[in-house]
């Protein structure tokens, strides 16, 4: 078997950490698989390659372009990843993920005939976007979200941790009711949770390689798509007298990007601040929203005298506004911990090209 899988979803519904789980989860119980992450940012090692590596999992990325309209590039890496003996390959998408049905499965299929099986085209989401869908209440966000629950085949609600069986058991009817095309399964990633179910979805089951119709609001999710900017930051912190916190150092971070967007109204999906130190410990911060509060899914286990950090955000402001709360926040907190920095790589564009 020499199967391929796209995972779309909304930022921060937890595609990364779904891959890394269900590569390890599919690795020990079943044949080898691998992830790919793909993100618009340039150059190397960004954050959920970085993270996926420090927690172990088979994984690579594809960065700087979309595998959308990279073919080339991604059957390279499937194929490289088939001949390692992997029998299963998931790779998620950057952006909001709409029409990677089109341009991914079909493209595939129509290029590579036969090359590939394709798994269930699978959409992860979340208890809280299924709250924003069921009120309806932001019009473009759940434009957005709705297109792309409309490509899926496999719909994983992620996050169950969060929330009673009862509520779980009603989302899921509510997401089978309202798209009636796609299986519903619920995991938690973090929890490890359904696991299995996912991992036999995908391996017992076939993308449709339907056409959905949501092209004719395509203008609609371009100019959506291009109020986010995307920004990427690499630095080198290094402390001039005592030892320090590091995950208080990262929360300090998130926090004070948390105020500036809370304060202009804006809103900031998701922003990872993953760190390490030599030794190897590792710690992760996340903000998923501007009145969401700051996640340590990975705390330091011990206290650091060196990091190296590695900024990632996904914000609806412009490129230039978001660059500069994120070194302002950056600059104001590494100071008061006494941090001298070297900055190696600043990258940050509006995500409407
Ligand atoms: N409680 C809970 N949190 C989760 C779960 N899965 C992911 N998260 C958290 O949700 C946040 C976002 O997860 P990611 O895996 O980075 O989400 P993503 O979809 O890859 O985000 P982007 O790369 O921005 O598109 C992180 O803080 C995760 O730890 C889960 O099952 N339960
Ligand atoms: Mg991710």
């Given at each position: 078997m020499r199967k391929f899988a796209v995972f779309s979803g909304f930022l921060g519904s937890g595609k990364?950490?779904?891959?890394?789980?269900?590569?390890?989860?599919?690795?020990?119980?079943?044949?080898?698989a691998a992830m790919i992450s793909n993100d618009l940012g340039h150059g190397v090692d960004l954050a959920d390659h970085l993270l996926a590596c420090?927690?172990?999992?088979?994984?690579?990325?594809i960065t700087g372009e979309c595998i959308c309209f990279c073919h080339d590039v991604l059957t390279a890496r499937l194929n490289s990843c088939f001949a390692d003996g992997c029998e299963l390959v998931v790779s998620d998408i950057p952006g909001f993920g709409v029409g990677a049905l089109e341009h991914v499965y079909h493209g595939l299929n129509e290029e590579y005939p036969g090359q590939y099986e394709l798994a269930p085209f699978t959409v992860l989401t979340e208890p809280g976007t299924v709250g924003i869908l069921r009120s309806g209440a932001d019009a473009d966000l759940t434009h957005i979200l709705h297109a792309q629950l409309m490509e899926a085949d496999l719909i994983v609600l992620n996050k169950c941790d969060q929330i009673s069986e009862e509520q779980k058991e009603a989302d899921k009817a509510w997401l089978a009711g309202r798209y009636p095309q796609a299986r519903v399964i619920a995991i938690s990633a973090l929890?490890?949770?359904g696991l299995d179910e996912l991992c036999l979805a995908l391996r017992e089951g076939h993308a449709s390689l339907r056409h959905p119709d949501i092209n004719y609001e395509e203008e609609r999710l371009q100019s959506e798509m291009g109020s986010l900017s995307e920004s990427y930051l690499q630095y080198r912190a290094v402390v001039c007298c005592d030892d320090f916190d590091g995950t208080a150092y990262l929360r300090e971070m998130a926090g004070q990007v948390q105020k500036e967007f809370q304060n202009s109204g804006r809103e900031i999906p998701h922003l990872k601040l993953l760190a390490w130190e030599p030794e190897g410990d590792f710690g992760k911060v996340d903000l998923l929203g501007a009145g969401k509060p700051i996640e340590t899914p990975r705390p330091f286990e011990r206290r650091c005298t060196e990091l190296a950090v590695v900024l990632n955000a996904n914000a609806a402001c412009p490129a230039e506004e978001l660059e500069r709360i994120l070194s302002a926040a950056v600059r104001?907190?590494?100071d008061a911990y006494q941090l001298e920095l070297y900055i190696f790589k600043s990258d940050c564009f509006g995500m409407g090209g």
């Open positions: 990364t950490t779904t891959m890394i789980a269900l590569t390890q989860y599919y690795s020990q119980k079943y044949q080898k420090f927690q172990g999992a088979n994984a690579s990325e929890q490890k949770e104001a907190v590494s």
